[in-house]
């Protein structure tokens, strides 16, 4: 029997500001490509200039997929991204063209590429956090009597006492909606990938996240937020840029302070989603930005 061939799909990860989405645009307009978002706020409609989404003027013509997918006060796991962005790298090749896929979101990505399996993944660090602080105010015996709740059968497996496990359970829930034993172990990858991280020197990357706020302010994001403010109690109003918007609304702090926060969490995000690439077990091409190897390396990936 003949095994059938696997998809390709090229892949632009990389931190905040460091131009993925040029690169990605670049790439879909050389070779014929559309590109799949794998960001997990990008997914917000009217969450526009918070998140660095493409303007139309931007994506110079390409077709993007995975933007606005949802309203800002609706639940989205990673489970759900995976089955949408299955279907919009299907259509995408069924209609001839080659599936860029393009973000920051190393949780999305490596969730698509192994069938949403968990056992091997990078820790979401911003989950786990809070797991901890939840822990150290409430007691292990809370933490433990959640678990009981969202996931049953893994506090059954789960020593009461072992606050360790009892968090990787729960931000295996938090992630995807799902409890743990949902999800098998894949060693292969559902496609035949090759994958891009975007580097840049430290100094210049923070450079371009500083402007690139600056930038997010004079386009509006100011007004953007006050749009949102009803949302500002669900989870996606924790974004970056939105939550610190927030905070000058409601009184808290003023909006240069609030400008500052989001530079600096900005920054922050940047060295954690480097942390989580470099952690993905896939391999991977560090590729400097503005780089011409990108498209060397993928004209002969699509040749193979």
């Known amino acids: 029997m003949v095994q059938e061939k696997m998809t390709k799909l090229v892949i632009v990860a990389g931190p905040t500001a460091v131009g993925k989405s040029a690169a990605a645009i670049n790439l879909a307009k050389r070779f014929n490509g559309e590109v799949i978002s794998a960001d997990?706020?990008?997914?917000?409609?009217?969450?526009?200039?918070?998140?660095?989404?493409?303007?139309?003027?931007?994506?110079?013509?390409?077709?993007?997929?995975?933007?606005?997918?949802?309203?800002?006060?609706?639940?989205?796991?990673?489970?759900?991204?995976?089955?949408?962005?299955?279907?919009?790298?299907?259509?995408?090749?069924?209609?001839?063209?080659?599936?860029?896929?393009?973000?920051?979101?190393?949780?999305?990505?490596?969730?698509?590429l192994f069938g949403h399996s968990f056992a091997g993944a990078p820790k979401d660090e911003d989950i786990r956090d809070r797991l901890k602080t939840f822990a150290a105010n409430e007691g292990a015996d809370k933490l433990y009597a959640w678990l009981k709740k969202v996931d049953p059968v893994s506090a059954e497996q789960i020593n009461i006492n072992d606050t360790k496990r009892i968090i990787r359970a729960l931000e295996i829930y938090e992630i995807t909606g799902k409890p743990r034993g949902a999800f098998k172990d894949v060693d292969q990858p559902l496609y035949d990938y090759i994958m891009f991280v975007i580097t840049d020197e430290r100094d210049v990357l923070y450079d371009r996240i500083n402007r690139r706020v600056d930038n997010m302010v004079l386009s509006g994001l100011l007004d953007e937020v006050k749009g949102l403010y009803k949302y500002k109690e669900y989870n996606s109003m924790q974004a970056i840029g939105y939550k610190e918007i927030v905070s000058y609304l409601d009184g808290g702090i003023t909006l240069d302070e609030a400008i500052e926060q989001i530079k600096q969490s900005s920054r922050r995000y940047a060295k954690r989603q480097m942390t989580f690439f470099r952690g993905m077990k896939t391999e991977k091409h560090f590729v400097v930005a503005g780089s011409d190897e990108i498209y060397e390396m993928t004209e002969k990936f699509l040749m193979e």
């Open 40 to 112: 997990s706020m990008q997914i917000y409609k009217g969450m526009d200039i918070g998140t660095g989404k493409v303007t139309i003027e931007e994506a110079e013509g390409v077709p993007h997929h995975m933007l606005d997918v949802v309203m800002p006060n609706e639940e989205y796991s990673v489970g759900q991204y995976v089955l949408d962005a299955k279907k919009a790298i299907d259509d995408v090749v069924n209609r001839g063209k080659i599936p860029i896929l393009c973000g920051g979101t190393g949780l999305y990505i490596n969730s698509l």
